[in-house]
């Protein structure tokens, strides 16, 4: 694959459409590596033209465009930072897919970690405090056993619960018998119901 050329104009016209458009637009695999190289070049002309001590006015300009060139890098990493972090957000509430077009692999890494951070904490405390909320009479009867067994009805990707037993991933319609504390938020999210036949 040929190398990508990186500019200050193109760095600010990725900026500008990712403000404008609401999912991540693809920069291409080697988008990171290729700003490196960008910046590396610029700091080695403007090294070269300082050691000269010659076109002062072309090294004031380099200085200035290297500057405002790392500020829209920034800001376009930001951006696409708060895209990340609201799927992530999604994923973990709904139980969904992770499927996310335009990532760079750094960024698949990001969000996939994300989610799992998010996940922990969602089992850890908001499992927690619904355990002692008023419950349907039908899964209080089955609490001696500790599961449920429940029908999804959606296509459900696998989780770990705390032992570190995995579970799923489940296509929708599929039943299975599960802890109940987890059993208990799959109903509430409405990713579940309770199996009649069970």
Known sequence: MAKRIITYDKIYEL???EKREKNLQNLGENFFED???YLREKGEILENQEKSGIFVSE???IKKQLENAKRLLKELYEKRENKIIEHALLCSRVNEGREVEGL???EKEFLNELIEVLNKFRRKILFNLTEFSSKPKELKRENEKNTLTIKFLKDTVSFVDDKKNKY???KKGETA???LDYAKILLNRGVAIKDENA
Do not use: R
């Open 35 to 37: 700003i490196k190289d």
């Open 104 to 106: 760079l692999p750094e």
């Open 177 to 179: 018998e599960i802890p």
């Open 168 to 170: 799923g991933p489940f």
């Open 59 to 61: 090294i004031k300009n």
């Open 15 to 17: 900026l500008m459409k």
